[in-house]
């Protein structure tokens, strides 16, 4: 049903009533749909949503009555009224029993008709409710989930980058309980010896690991010269081609080293001097 379109539907063998509803609430805004029986009317509910049902409880088949708790079972959320010619103790047990909304006797008056359509449609919200809650279960439950993954997406970087930070200070954690479990299993003296090369392991380690690296492209820079200066050794042309490409070099240490080697052999000199002065006198 349109949210602009409302409708009532009229259950009634006689023309005349569905008439008068018509005339009274198409001044409301609502469609005043008829039916002459209960299978008609069901017909029509299979078909379409009704904001309130008003049905006669004296019709050729099923009864008002009858209808009401069919329509109780198909469609829990539409109110039904009772509308009847034949007003009695017994038949508003009956209907109260099958759960309508209002009992009206006839003849109607239009001040009847509206308040009880105001009084069905007032009823009604209540048990939609739980209806609405429960159709919204699912679409609540999709949208937690899609949220939670896009929840953890977002922080999936910022939980690698705090793994990261915190897995040095785990890994140095676990060194030093493993050194603290072995001082607490061995003897005194054992203990203090270990305990302090453990401590003298875990503080150079990273100066160790800095050396390390400082100094392994030298040491695999001089060892790839060195081999390079046996493989030619070993060819005495290519040997006289690197001497010629390298002695401007050599001559150029030279000269850079030479007033340094100067100055140590006249220090040297001296110190020498100096101690066997020291020695005669």
Request: charged share 15%; hydrophobic share 55%.
């Amino acid at each position: 049903m349109s949210a602009l379109l409302h409708k009532v539907l009229v259950v009634d063998d006689d023309p005349v009533v569905g008439k008068s509803f018509n005339r009274v609430l198409s001044q409301k805004g609502y469609v005043v749909i008829t039916a002459a029986n209960a299978q008609e009317a069901l017909s029509k509910v299979q078909e379409g949503e009704y904001d309130v049902v008003f049905t006669d409880i004296r019709m050729p088949g099923m009864n008002g009555i009858e209808l009401t708790e069919r329509l109780r079972i198909e469609r829990p959320w539409t109110p039904v009224v009772i509308v009847t010619g034949y007003g009695s103790k017994a038949n508003q047990d009956q209907a109260a029993a099958a759960g309508v909304s209002s009992f009206l006797q006839k003849p109607l008056s239009p001040e009847m008709i509206e308040e009880s359509l105001t009084k069905a449609l007032l009823e009604s919200v209540p048990a939609v409710l739980p209806g609405l809650v429960e159709a919204a279960a699912p679409e609540t439950g999709a949208r937690e989930s899609q949220l939670k993954k896009v929840g953890l997406f977002m922080a999936a970087p910022f939980i690698g980058l705090a793994y990261a930070v915190a897995l040095p200070f785990a890994g140095l954690g676990a060194l030093a309980w493993m050194g603290i479990k072995a001082f607490a299993k061995s003897s005194a003296p054992a203990r203090l010896l270990a305990f302090a090369k453990n401590a003298a392991l875990f503080f150079a380690a990273p100066f160790l690991g800095l050396a390390y690296a400082l100094l392994l492209p030298v040491v695999g820079t001089g060892a790839l010269a060195w081999m390079g200066i046996k493989a030619l050794r070993r060819n005495a042309a290519a040997m006289r081609v690197v001497s010629f490409i390298a002695a401007p070099f050599i001559g150029l240490a030279f000269i850079l080293a030479l007033p340094f080697a100067g100055t140590a052999a006249m220090a040297w000199i001296g110190v020498r001097a100096l101690i066997a002065k020291v020695r005669t006198g």
